[in-house]
């Protein structure tokens, strides 16, 4: 019976993962030929020998493509009588070792209150979308930057009007147009408050040793509580197309007062390679 | 016949890779089941329909895993009569379009004289190697960086010691200690002059964003007119045991002084995944 079997133990794990060959963070369906980042974590827990299946409960749902630094989530492990409940570092250890092959990696783990919420409780997410400057064509994009950037055709961008851009986005807004339109869409609230937006300059792999080649990485940072589905490489289309003159500084805050998502051309949406989930605050 | 046809073109090019799933550089038997670059290079280069066959004579052999930022060769084209001669940047992208799928990119072509020779005409070549120090195992390697580096087992590493140790092998050496053996072994120099070997701290990929997880990227940069066969990654290897506390600084000196690849034990030379061909000098 559960009483004799010991309250189960929660989790708080951060985990990392190169996002390219999955279908998400998302669970999908074990006969999907493209399976979700957390089939394998769940896959990995059951290894550990529970005497009930482990449910990962996601932090930030990623898309097809996308990367993480470190996303989060919550679990809880109910282990056979006498068994004592593991230590964050026991479970680190474990998952990764059954995680091997695959390049997901659980960065740590430490025991949660049962009231604990990877979702809910998060106080903030940053996100970084990286771009690729510099390259006339795809084929320019250095081997090792693959799937891990952006190299948006046709020149340079106008970083100071996509400065000048993005401070129309900080703040509290209906981010309607900005959202991709889902099941979800008439549930949830499209008033976010985006605390952060920043474009520097960054360094790219290896890219101090190639300098010359005039190729210039650029990193676009987010930081929300919460953002809408498809928000970051929405908002990062638009202001790329700032950058390419396509679109006025001031336009930005005219597609905010529309409201609508189809204001947005769909092909302004930046592709999932560039994005990376840094991490979640709680 | 041959003088109707025109004399060939003779290109230098330049190539990326990624050398984690190639058996090496040099061309393989088509039926194993990992190839070299130069098997994608020339079956790239045969649907430019050329009139005779296309050989690339690479600058410098790597091995399997190893990776480059740009390694170099040179290649003679046919072409039928009546065809001008291709152009550096139509060569670039017609060896590109052919090669998408894989992660070889070839950087730049030019014309070069008849008696131009990729290998032998090299003034130097320049070899990067990555250290990833603070992983306790190697489960701690991001995601981002597996493949491409090396996280020696045990702890910091003694950098001052390193940096004394590497001068011992700055200079005009008999290397023989530090070559593989190889079928090759009895008809080569074993003297060789190295002209420049530095330990640096280096980035890592996206590390400025994670800097606070104890991570540090070191590069070990070599620069020789040529090396023996699996040299750098003997040095590499001589050069950590030194940092690991292993061997004295001086030792490397005995080291080279007994000259016999025998003295080195061969669990000492450091794995390819850390190794980058950074360039090759004309």
Known sequence: CRAMAGAPA????????????????TETRSDQALLGVQN???KAAQKLRPSAPIKFHISSRTDSGVHALANAAHLDIQRAPGKAAFSGQQLVQGLNYHLKPEPIRIL?????????HARFCALSRTYIYRLLLG?????????????????PAGGPLDIPAMREA?????GTHDFSTFRSLSSETPFQCPVRTLLQLE??????FLSHHYGHR?????EVKFKSRAF????????????????????APREIQELLEVKDARALPPHAMAPASGLFLKCVEY
């Open 199 to 204: 474009i520097q300059p960054a360094p790219g």
């Open 108 to 116: 740590s783990a430490q025991r949660v209150p049962s009231t604990f």
């Open 40 to 42: 394998y974590l769940e």
């Open 214 to 218: 005039g190729l210039e990485f650029w």
């Open 10 to 25: 929660r989790y708080l794990v951060f985990f990392q993962y190169f996002g390219t060959r999955y279908s998400g963070v």
């Open 166 to 170: 993005a401070k129309f986005l900080l």
């Open 135 to 151: 390259c006339a064509h795809f084929s320019q994009i250095p081997v090792f930057e693959r799937d891990l950037c952006w190299a």
């Open 228 to 247: 809408l589905y498809r928000q970051v490489r929405r908002m990062v289309g638009a202001l790329v197309a700032v950058g390419q003159g396509k679109l």
